[in-house]
């Protein structure tokens, strides 16, 4: 079947410093590629998603990058704050049909 | 309030009975999901609906029913609970296919 592998798992990095979080997909014709941002108690909140017709996207310190051809796609996180501790979720649809597969999270730390 | 929401918050209960979890949603959106989010799994879909009336397995449906007769509610059942179903529930709703998905808080269940 289908699947999103993440990685890393986890991931510490200094406040101000940059992370980096990566995705690989299996479905070729895969066409949307959402990242979500879990708070401790909350449900997910989408942060950043990308379609297979854009190679990268910036949303103010956020960024995706997308490597169609490669099957993968990236998480990148700038001047990294104290509020950006939380677990990542990257996901993909799965062609003709409405639903996702998502990673396995990466839970970010930043280090004051 | 608008949104989407979970009921109950918290519940534990014992092998063998049979439970609901309640999901709500105020936005008439089509698309319903519900996930389970257990330690190195991540989310994984459970059932999802693209319309009242309208539902289809994820990748681990066993041991859940769901029913959708109003677009708002989308309720999921465990027929007869079991220790491995100790999770956390998300629903989700979209207006779209491969677009956002919201999430509800999410319900810790416990199975005893």
């Known amino acids: 079947g289908e699947n999103v592998e993440q990685h890393p798992s986890t991931l510490s990095v200094q406040e101000g410093d940059s992370a980096v979080i990566k995705c690989t997909y299996s479905?070729?014709?895969?066409?949307?590629f959402p990242w979500y941002k879990q708070e401790l108690g909350k449900g997910p909140q989408l942060i950043i998603d990308i379609r297979s017709n854009v190679g990268e996207k910036k949303d103010q310190r956020i960024a995706v990058t997308l490597n169609k051809t490669a099957k993968h796609f990236s998480l990148h996180i700038t001047e990294t704050q104290p509020e950006d501790s939380a677990v990542y979720f990257c996901?993909?649809?799965?062609?003709?049909?409405?639903?996702?597969?998502f990673g396995t999270g990466t839970r970010l730390k930043v280090l004051a | 309030d608008a949104g989407i929401t979970q009921s109950p918050r918290y519940k534990i209960t014992e092998t063998g009975r049979q439970v609901t979890l309640m999901c709500h949603q105020t936005w008439s959106h089509s698309y319903m999901f519900w996930y389970r989010q257990d330690l190195g799994h991540g989310l994984r879909l459970i059932y999802y609906?693209?319309?009242?009336?309208?539902?289809d397995k994820g990748e681990v449906p066993d041991g859940y029913v769901v029913s959708r007769s109003k677009t708002e509610n989308f309720p999921l059942t465990l027929e007869s609970a079991t220790r491995s179903q100790t999770s956390v529930y998300f629903c989700?709703?979209?207006?779209?296919?491969?677009?956002?998905?919201?999430f509800g808080q999410g319900t810790r269940l416990t199975v005893v």
């Open positions: 996901a993909a649809d799965i062609s003709g049909t409405y639903k996702y597969i």
């Open positions: 479905d070729s014709a895969s066409n949307y």
């Open positions: 989700a709703s979209s207006v779209e296919d491969d677009t956002e998905a919201f």
């Open positions: 609906s693209a319309a009242a009336d309208i539902t």
